[in-house]
């Protein structure tokens, strides 16, 4: 009976892992429980996740390549801006409400180990790469790509904080996208003398 | 005669650890082989070190709390972009011609090992939240400090590569003030429709 089940062996370690690392702590939990709690065993586990970290991080993975078709795909004359918000719309796909739930237990699990910490940072830079390397098969400059991608995650993780945090259920691309307005916003402060760090203005 | 030494333990453990990693690659290296590269146990080695991977950032250390002091001590009027300078030239005295040396060699090994490159992600951004916490401190709010915290550690990164490229041995905060600059010019990118990515203006 397991092998009509096989298509969602990895959705399933998912969810048995998330499960125990909220039940048991995740530094007490093993990959062998895992398996078992999904009704699989170990070697199952290892095809699809090459650690027991690995199997908290398969969105971001799905995330990189979203990310990047999608600014492949921007109509040839979209603006770094247009790029990114073409980006954070086709996320939405990935960015449901059940994952919405699952996000907020996967950061209070993260939260509370340093390696766990370190896994999702890379993660989040090979996110950054795929939009760099996106943007530079566009024709964008070098620095100019990567300031982009740095502050498409910065508005990215700062949308998902809203997205978590919101009562209202809006899609996600909406607060990826005012996340970005809101940063665009505050990117004057770095042109000489315009915003003095303690409010006064420095003209 | 070892007590003699015993000041510089820190400095022999990095030192040994480096020569170490660049002869027989980081995975191949044992901390008893550090500590007795440096005439030193074991004991003394995880006295000043966590793990293995953190002899190789113990420089990361020292610079969150450099720019942290830095952005702090700060003129009261000034702007985030002179506060981000101000960090910049405080790091000088880590950011030494013997340290340019050792980077080198370091970049080679982290590029090694995918653990190496996430605790340096791990160190990166314990130096943004260094950033953005003195920021914050200065009344910036919270979106403009998360904004500069990213933007500053992207200039200091680009610093460091053409620190390194770089032939005539400039002092680091040339490398990271003139990087800020670059990323500051554009920043016009993100304002909308301004500049599409095929290069035409957006007009």
Chains 1, 2 share one sequence.
Request: net charge negative.
């Amino acid at each position: 009976m397991v092998s009509r089940w096989a298509p969602d062996a990895r959705e399933r370690l998912e969810t048995a892992a998330l499960e125990l690392f909220v039940e048991h702590g995740y530094e007490e939990t093993t990959v062998a429980q895992i398996a078992d709690r999904a009704g699989l065993n170990r070697a199952t586990y290892f095809r699809h996740f090459a650690d027991k970290r690995e199997v908290l991080f398969g969105g971001e993975d799905v995330l990189a390549g979203l990310f990047g078709d999608a600014i492949r795909a921007a109509p040839p004359d979209a603006t770094l801006t247009e790029c990114l918000q073409a980006a954070f719309a086709a996320t939405e796909v990935a960015m449901t409400p059940q994952q919405r739930a699952k996000a907020t237990r996967r950061v209070l699990v993260v939260a509370t180990n340093s390696e766990l910490q370190e896994r999702g940072l890379l993660k989040h830079a090979r996110i950054a790469r795929s939009i760099n390397a996106a943007l530079r098969e566009r024709g964008v400059d070098a620095l100019t790509a990567r300031l982009g991608a740095e502050v498409g995650m910065l508005a990215f993780t700062i949308g998902v904080e809203r997205w978590m945090e919101s009562d209202h259920h809006e899609p996600f691309p909406l607060h990826a996208e005012a996340a970005l307005r809101d940063l665009q916003a505050r990117t004057v402060a770095f042109e000489p003398g315009s915003v003095r760090t303690d409010g006064s203005d420095g003209f």
